[in-house]
């Protein structure tokens, strides 16, 4: 005879309630790990293994250094640590986070992104812009949504250079017209 949980699952409410709380949570605790080892001590021995790659793959998202991956691995395990969630619903937190930083790495702009679904969402672009750039000037230090870069501004020359590329593709199209 196999061995049966006698706990029963939680309800989809509490599911969902707990993987929004813990995305809210992680990308809080995340952005400001994340900016403190954009600083030229940390970046310098630490971050920058992770930085090796100006342009990402969907692996390099798991390649840091073993410091690093300690540092801003707190910001993914302190929500499920806080709630004590059930098993079903730690793995599926985990898979998603995984498949998060994997897309957000992956270099390419599906159609099916979250980021063409959700408007805080980042993504791929998001996150190669901050691979492109310099160590300490980068921004764009969120894990998963952008709320953290817009509110302390650390996203600006971002959204500089969509507002530009946007332009840009504006004045290629009057031209066709004309």
Not at 12 to 34: A, K, M, P, R, S
Not at 39 to 66: D, M, N, Q, R
Not at 87 to 115: I, K
Request: net charge neutral.
């Amino acid at each position: 005879m196999g061995m049966r949980s006698t706990l029963p699952l939680p309800s989809w409410n509490i599911v969902l309630t707990q993987i929004i709380f813990y995305f809210i949570l992680e990308d809080f605790v995340f952005y400001w790990g994340h900016r403190i080892l954009h600083t030229k001590w940390l970046y310098k021995h630490v971050h920058s293994v992770h930085h090796e790659y100006a342009t990402p793959f969907g692996l390099t998202s798991e390649y840091a250094h073993p410091a690093e991956i300690l540092f801003l691995g707190f910001a993914t395990i302190i929500g499920p640590a806080v709630t004590g969630p059930h098993l079903v619903t730690l793995w599926l937190w985990m898979t998603l986070r995984v498949l998060e930083t994997v897309e957000a790495h992956c270099g390419y702009h599906f159609p099916w992104s979250p980021s063409n679904f959700f408007p805080l969402y980042g993504g791929s672009d998001f996150h190669d812009y901050h691979h492109r750039l310099l160590y300490t000037k980068s921004g764009n230090y969120s894990s998963t949504f952008t709320y953290m870069d817009w509110i302390f501004g650390t996203d600006i020359g971002y959204r500089k250079l969509k507002a530009l590329k946007r332009a840009t593709v504006e004045d290629n199209i009057e031209q066709k017209k004309h």
